[in-house]
Nanobody
């Protein structure tokens, strides 16, 4: 059974940096798309960043492009979200997700991803 466990959330000030981790287990993830989504208070879940595990190709939401970096460590089966220049509007619960049945046109859709972590809270104060 696939398990995704997020960690690294917390309370930071605007302009600070934070790194989230997603430890993945239960299978090999070659060919999978791994992604980070977030859900701000009272809003729908939205795509943040993703990476194709085997190819290392990355993709980002426009709102975080240039500020966030996504990477993976094959040896540790872990995906990271490096968040820089954080803003109060980045405040949300951040979720890690993975899915196999993706294509270039669907990578940012919630319903592409079959497995989800429990989420980690990120709060950015002004």
């Amino acid at each position: 059974q696939v398990q995704l466990v997020e960690s690294g959330g917390g309370l930071v000030q605007a302009g600070d940096s934070l790194r989230l981790s997603c430890a993945a287990s239960g299978r090999t993830f070659s060919g999978y798309a791994m992604a980070w989504f977030r859900q701000p208070p009272g809003k729908e879940r939205e795509f943040v960043a993703g990476i194709i595990w085997s190819a290392g190709m990355t993709y980002f939401a426009d709102s975080v492009k240039g500020r966030f970096i996504i990477s993976r460590d094959n040896a540790k089966n872990t995906v990271y979200l490096h968040m820089n220049s954080l803003k109060p509007e980045d405040t949300a619960v951040y979720y890690c997700a993975c899915g196999r049945d993706w294509n270039m046109g669907t990578l940012k859709r919630v319903n592409v991803y079959d497995y989800w972590g429990q989420g980690t809270q990120v709060t950015v104060s002004s």
